[in-house]
C-alpha cells in the first residue's frame, strides 16, 4: 500500500508560469515532509521541507504549502523556469523513526521555453 | 565537496553473477541509506546504516542481497546471485542525523 503518492506521473507548464505538485499521504504518524528533485542520470536533490507545526514553508521561488486535515502537500513553483524540468518526490517520515523517508512515485515537470 | 560518490554508474551482468555496488559517503556524516529504484515500486529503502551499523535491514529483498559498512568511509551492496528483476538503479545516501540525506548518482543495474 503506497503510504505516498503523487497521482501526477508529469506536468507541462510554460516558462513564467505557476508549477504546482501536488502529493498526498496516508499515514497519519508522519511529521516531516521534503520535496526532492531529479535530473536524469543524477540522484535526487534535496530542495525544501516542511515540519508539522506549520502549514507554508517559503524558499525563493519554491514554496510548500501542508494541510493535514487533508494529508495533502503541495510544492509551488513560481515562476517557473525551463531549468525546473526534472522529477519532483514528496517524501514523508515520522518523528519515531525520522531516517526513514517513504517517497512517492514521482511527477516529471516540463516548463517549456 | 565531491558530494556521495558511486560506483560503478553502469553495471551489465548476468543471470547467476555476484554484483557489488560501491558507496563512498560525504565525509563526516555518520548514517548511510541504500535505496532501489524501480518503475514499479519507485524509491525504496533497502538498508540503513547509523555509525557503520546497520540499524534497519528490513528493506532488503531477499538473503540474496546483503550490505556491509566496514569503516565510515565506504560501504557495500552486494547481490548473490543476481537475477533479471534485480535490473534497477541503486542509489547510496548519506546524512548527518538530520532528515536531509544527500543522494549519489546511482548505479544503473541491467541483470541479463
Known amino acids: 500500500d503506497q503510504q505516498v503518492k503523487q497521482n501526477s506521473p508529469s506536468l507541462s507548464v510554460q516558462e513564467g508560469r505557476i508549477s504546482i505538485l501536488n502529493c498526498d499521504y496516508t499515514?497519519?504518524?508522519?511529521?516531516?515532509f521534503l520535496w526532492y528533485k531529479k535530473y536524469p542520470a543524477e540522484g535526487p536533490t534535496f530542495l525544501i521541507s516542511?515540519?508539522?507545526?506549520?502549514d507554508k514553508n517559503e524558499d525563493g521561488r519554491f514554496t510548500v504549502f501542508l494541510n493535514k486535515s487533508a494529508k495533502h502537500l503541495s510544492l509551488h513553483i513560481v515562476p517557473s523556469q525551463p531549468g525546473d524540468s526534472a522529477v519532483y518526490f514528496c517524501a514523508a517520515t515520522s518523528g519515531g523513526s525520522n531516517y526513514k523517508l517513504t517517497f512517492g512515485k514521482g511527477t516529471l515537470l516540463t516548463v517549456n521555453p | 565537496d565531491a558530494g556521495v560518490i558511486q560506483s560503478p554508474r553502469h553495471e551489465v551482468t548476468e543471470m547467476g553473477q555476484e554484483v557489488t555496488l560501491r558507496c563512498k559517503p560525504i565525509s563526516g556524516h555518520n548514517s548511510l541509506f541504500w535505496y532501489r529504484q524501480t518503475m514499479m515500486r519507485g524509491l525504496e529503502l533497502l538498508i540503513y546504516?547509523?555509525?557503520?551499523?546497520?540499524?534497519?535491514d528490513s528493506g532488503m529483498p531477499e538473503d540474496r542481497f546483503s550490505a556491509k559498512m566496514p569503516n565510515a568511509s565506504f560501504s557495500t551492496l552486494k547481490i548473490q546471485p543476481s537475477e533479471p528483476r534485480d535490473s534497477a538503479v541503486y542509489f547510496c545516501?548519506?546524512?548527518?542525523?538530520?532528515?536531509?540525506?544527500?543522494f549519489g548518482p546511482g548505479t544503473r543495474l541491467t541483470v541479463l
Open positions: 545516501a548519506s546524512s548527518l542525523s538530520s532528515n536531509e540525506q544527500f
Open positions: 516542511i515540519s508539522s507545526i506549520k
Open positions: 546504516f547509523n555509525n557503520n551499523v546497520p540499524i534497519d
Open positions: 499515514n497519519s504518524m508522519f511529521d516531516y
